[in-house]
Every structure is written in C-alpha cells, then in structure tokens.
C-alpha cells in the first residue's frame, strides 16, 4: 500500500506547486503609470523666466522667454516588451499641460528595464508638412524654402551686448535636406517596485552655447538658414539633455 501511495503524493505536490507558481505570477503583474517630466534649467536650477540672470561660456549675461520644442520616439526598454511613451511629444515652458505626459501599460515586478531612448526634435519619417493641424504645434512651422515640416525648436531671450539689450533666437531644424535632430539613450537598468515610476528628461539650457562650441549670443539670431550653426547646435545638444530615473 505504502508503495502506491507515493506516486499520489508526488502528484499531489507537483500540483500544488504548479498552482502556487500561477498564483504568485498572476500577483506580480500590475498596471503601473509612467509619468515623464521636462524639466528646464539653468546651472542645474530651475529657469526664471525672463530674468536676465545667467552667463553662458561666452560670457554673455542673457534672460529666457521662449521655450517650445518636439522631443519624439520615446521608448523604454525591457527584455519581454519595449514600451512606447510617446512618438511625438511638444512641448513649450510656459504651457504646463505639454511638460509631462503619462502611459500606462502592464508590467511584473520581476521585469528589469534595461534603459530608455529619445529623439531630440523629429525625424524624417515625422518631420513633414501638415504633420502636425492644430494649435500650438502647428506654430512650429518650418519655411518651405529651408525644406519645410517643423522646427525641432525655437529657443528665445534677450542677452546684454555691451550694455545693449538685444534679443536671439536659437531656432533649429531640418535645413536644405540636411538633418541636425539627435537620438539620446541612457543605459540605466531600473526595475518598478510600486504602481507607478516617474521619470526626468532636463535640458540644461546653458550648454546650449557652451561644448564642444562656444556660441556668442550675437550670433543666434535669424539662423535657419545657416547650416554651419545648425551644426554646431547639433554638436552641442549631446551634453544638453540629462535624464533621471526616480526611485
């Protein structure tokens, strides 16, 4: 008898664990919110808008009033499923509603994302006319002449000239065929412990002018058309973005 039995238990044990792994896998998948910040700052802080209170490398003492831009193709991912925040995203300083978004999608706890990427401005499989209709990204218009679709950005302020206030206008994009968006990708690993996972993307608005380029604000102005600073922009948009990935 002794002997029947153990077949029985055993069975009676490979069922029991088997309905415990489904158990504990049905518990560990959740619905979890990603919330994606931008943030603009200057030397690490927060901007004041319309205070003439930073220097850039040059040595130019300027204010910031305008910032609108598109940051696309924002991705994170993960080994059993890449998941997409956004394909295009403007968003503009001064409209609170455009500097977070929020996705959600379903997630285990055992996952382990392996990093995230973005894309700074659009690229050309987005970046064409009437691409984006309505109000306020359709002000981001690029001239037809320069090649039409979108700005990547348009970034304005005035500066101090020798004592007289001037404006510029760091407006970038898509100039005669030519391409100066930029693709960044961090490598952070991170995992999602609770229902939600909250995530900074930061241009630090100073180094805009600042590496590998060292930029005169005298010079950023009216240069859509000028392919030598669209390209020293796009050199220097790599240190420009930074991204935290909260815990």
Request: glycine content about 6%; proline content about 4%.
């Amino acid at each position: 008898m002794k002997i029947k039995l153990i077949p029985i238990m055993l069975l009676l044990a490979v069922a029991l664990i088997g309905f415990n792994s489904c158990k504990k896998d049905k518990e560990i998948v959740k619905d979890v919110t990603f919330n994606v910040n931008f943030n603009h700052k200057v030397n690490n802080d927060l901007v004041e808008m319309d205070s003439l209170l930073y220097t850039n490398a040059f040595g130019n003492k300027f204010s910031v009033s305008t910032i609108k831009y598109f940051i696309s193709d924002i991705v994170l991912y993960k080994a059993s499923g890449d998941i997409k925040i956004a394909t295009a995203q403007y968003i503009d300083a001064r409209m609170p509603s455009t500097t977070s978004l929020s996705v959600n999608a379903m997630v285990s706890e055992e996952d382990v994302f392996t990093g995230m990427s973005f894309i700074y401005g659009l690229n050309e499989a987005r970046n064409f006319d009437g691409a984006f209709p309505n109000p306020p990204a359709n002000a981001m218009e690029w001239p037809i002449p320069l090649g039409g679709g979108y700005h990547y950005m348009k970034l304005e302020g005035k500066h101090d000239s020798s004592g007289s206030i001037k404006n510029f206008q760091c407006h970038t994009g898509p100039t005669n065929g030519n391409q100066y968006y930029k693709s960044f990708n961090s490598n952070k690993s991170f995992s999602v412990a609770g229902d939600s996972k909250s995530i900074d993307i930061n241009m630090n608005i100073e180094k805009w002018f600042s590496t590998p380029n060292t930029l005169d604000l005298n010079d950023i102005t009216r240069i859509m058309g000028n392919e030598s600073m669209q390209a020293k922009l796009e050199q220097n948009v790599t240190d420009v973005f930074t991204i935290e990935i909260n815990e």
